[in-house]
């Protein structure tokens, strides 16, 4: 088909076998890559277009044919071209004649040095508004002030406009001083201008910073300490007033899992001071990660803070001492410096940044949470209106509730949840997100935490799991992959399964370790009863606490601890189910299990208590059973000779009966049944 003689592709192929047969050359290319790149493209194709225009039969051809090449491109008519043409000519084939000016940013007259660097002074010292600096430069301008670089209007006046009359008021300005080109002369950057006018700390949102991997650490390596306050609203029983819950925990930097955690209300207190976090309870959480979970043997990092969750020198001692020195703290330090020799330092606080990590992951807690009654909102800005309503019910019916009978407490529905309940909820969210595979932690894959994993009916199982099942379970899933039915794919390991894999390497401390971080405080004198110790601590439950009086020491053994005699006890109220008892003198002993209290409808607690109450029980009656080993040996010989005399008489007395039945049996005539009817028989046996 016969194409149209004006289609840019019938004049490349027959006239210019190039549209692109001129370029820019070589040495030109930094001055020709600062235009911008529409006007590089509008060059390159004009340079085209001058080679068509050139190798035309005619002149006028090439411009048509240029035309119709260029399209819709502003500029390009035959007559526009014929112009481009012959500057382009003339200038000796000089692209620079083919840019388009529209384009580019016309430079106006360079300003005074002096001009710009009393502008820059004058916005620096105008800590609130740029536009509001550059307005009183005009206004001291038009007044008749002394401008560095230009003198007053006056003198620039008769500069720039000789000849001509003064006017009698000043109505123009120096070229250039439009609002939006003198923001052009000031210094561009943010970091700087917030540097000068908010601080160093501000300052550092607007500048590069560090970059930290999880890349070649282990899990319980590097572990965090923060303290967060919830956005809503729980009841405080123990107050009897509604308040915010505050959260100390620890975190474990490589696996991104919480390890330790206690709770706390922010509450006000008769007097109506506000009462938060303390220094007792880091040591809780210090204690209780490291008892449950230890320290790597590599040694363990410890990020704090210098606000609560803070360790305390005697804190810090005791891990250090305890370990070889294999638990250190690293604190984030003070920040707070000026940013110049002209300001003065700021308030010295620590450094946010250091655990950037942390305040992601508190966002996304908060966000597990949002639907949590008594909400708070993110910030008093968008806190909900119908919290002040809510929070004052809730403090009429807990003033209720303080005078009722007990029997009647339990009948109130509050519209806010409880510390116990509030504790339950966040354990199964901390699960749910650390159960969760759709993240994008940093590091994460190239720290190796991928496992292989088969998809079976839209349920995800490890490989590790198929070899825990039944050998003929096995067998199948293996026939399966190798028919490919089944095929493993890389999954990505969520928070808990990286945390367990390297848990089995951490060395719990020791227990006179957690009674030395504890302190002296949380000691208390208990005296053992019925072999047990029986002991209150509203802190942890309104009900007595029950521990069994026997420890197992270090090295696994099992103490039993007399009746009668005065314990000195630590008990951490986050992790109640280990009692860490010392003698009088300061002795560690062990640690003592707390005894099971179980539902009478809950069958499987019920029967888990049982065996730890027997398992309890066996281990007491131990040292009697050892004892009596003589008589108990005694009473089975005993045992055994009677049994073998009984079973003898009871053999001769059954041989006896035996033989007198079959003689009697022998005595008897013979009959059939048709001689004598089944009804009418007579037995022997039954006669007597």
């Known amino acids: 088909m016969d194409r149209d003689e004006s289609s840019p592709a019938l004049i490349t192929s027959e006239h210019t076998g190039s549209l692109f047969s001129l370029h820019v050359k070589s040495r030109d290319l930094p001055e020709f890559f600062r235009l911008q790149e529409r006007n590089q493209d509008r060059v390159r194709l004009l340079l085209g277009v001058m080679d068509v225009i050139r190798k035309a039969p005619t002149l006028g051809e090439g411009y048509q044919r240029g035309s119709a090449a260029c399209g819709t491109l502003r500029g390009t008519s035959p007559d526009r071209l014929r112009g481009l043409y012959a500057a382009w000519r003339d200038s000796r084939f000089d692209w620079r004649v083919l840019i388009d000016q529209a384009l580019e940013i016309k430079p106006n007259a360079p300003m005074p040095q002096e001009f710009l660097e009393d502008l820059q002074i004058r916005v620096d010292a105008n800590h609130r508004s740029v536009a509001a600096a550059l307005k009183k430069l005009r206004a001291e301008w038009i007044k008749g002030h002394e401008i560095p670089g230009y003198g007053n209007w006056k003198t620039w006046w008769a500069r720039t406009r000789p000849g001509r009359p003064f006017p009698k008021h000043c109505n123009t300005y120096p ?104 220094g007792d309870m880091m040591r809780l959480v210090v204690a209780g990660h490291f008892w449950n979970h230890g320290y790597h043997p590599l040694g363990t990092i410890n990020y704090a803070e210098h606000g609560t969750a803070n360790f305390a020198d005697d804190v810090r001692k005791a891990l250090y001492d305890d370990t070889e020195g294999l638990i250190t703290v690293s604190e984030s330090g003070f920040d707070g410096r000026a940013a110049h020799a002209g300001l003065y330092h700021g308030r010295w606080r620590g450094q946010p940044g250091w655990k950037a990590s942390l305040e992601s992951g508190n966002n996304n807690d908060h966000n597990w949470l949002g639907a949590m009654e008594g909400q708070t909102g993110r910030n008093v800005e968008t806190r909900p209106e119908h919290l002040h309503g809510l929070l004052t019910d809730n403090a009429q019916l807990m003033e209720a509730w303080a005078w009722l009978p007990v029997e009647f407490r339990d009948m109130l529905q509050f519209p806010l949840t409880d510390m116990y309940s509030f504790r339950l909820k966040l354990e199964q969210v901390y ?42 379970v096995q067998q199948k899933a293996l026939v399966a992959m190798q028919c490919g039915l089944l095929i493993p794919q890389p999954v990505k390991m969520n928070r808990y399964e990286v945390w367990q894999r390297g848990r089995s390497d951490l060395i719990p401390i020791h227990g006179g370790t957690v009674c030395r971080i504890l302190g002296p405080g949380f000691a208390k004198e208990v005296k053992v009863k019925s072999g047990e110790f029986c002991f209150e601590d509203n802190n942890i439950s309104a009900e007595p606490l029950y521990y069994f009086a026997s420890v197992q020491t270090n090295e696994g053994l099992r103490e039993e ?16 189910a280990s009692l860490f008892v010392r003698n009088a003198k300061g002795r560690f002993l062990g640690t003592a299990k707390q005894q099971p209290r179980a539902c009478r409808l809950d069958p499987d607690a019920v029967t888990a ?57 022998a005595s008897l005539p013979s009959s059939t049944p048709d001689e004598t009817p089944p009804a009418k028989r007579f037995d022997i046996r039954k006669a007597f």
């Open 175 to 278: 070229d250039g001083w439009s609002s939006r080109n003198l923001r052009r002369k000031l210094d561009a950057s943010k970091a700087r201008r917030v540097a000068h006018t908010q601080g160093l700390t501000a300052a550092k949102k607007h500048m590069p910073g560090m970059k930290l991997s999880r890349v070649g650490s282990a899990p319980g390596r590097q572990m965090m300490w923060d303290d967060k306050e919830h956005d809503y609203f729980i009841n405080s029983f123990e107050h009897h007033q509604g308040a915010r819950p505050i959260e100390l925990y620890s975190h474990c930097y490589t696996a991104a899992y919480k390890t330790f955690f206690g709770i706390k209300p922010k509450y006000k207190d008769e007097e109506g001071y506000l009462k938060k976090l303390t």
């Open 431 to 472: 699960h749910y997100i650390s159960s969760e595979r759709d993240h994008d932690l940093e590091g994460w894959i190239e720290s190796g935490n991928i496992m292989q994993m088969l998809d079976i009916g839209g349920h995800l199982i490890s490989l590790d799991e198929i070899k825990s099942r039944p050998k003929d």
């Open 609 to 665: 208590a049982v065996k730890e109450y027997a398992t309890d029980q066996n281990a007491r009656l131990s040292k009697l059973i050892k004892r009596q080993l003589p008589n108990i040996a005694a009473r089975r010989d005993r045992h055994r000779s009677n049994a073998a005399v009984l079973k003898k008489a009871a053999e001769s007395e059954a041989a006896k009966t035996r033989l007198g039945t079959a003689a009697l049996d």
């Open 561 to 576: 601890l007399p009746d009668g005699q005065k314990f000195e006890v630590y008990v951490n109220p986050f992790d109640p």
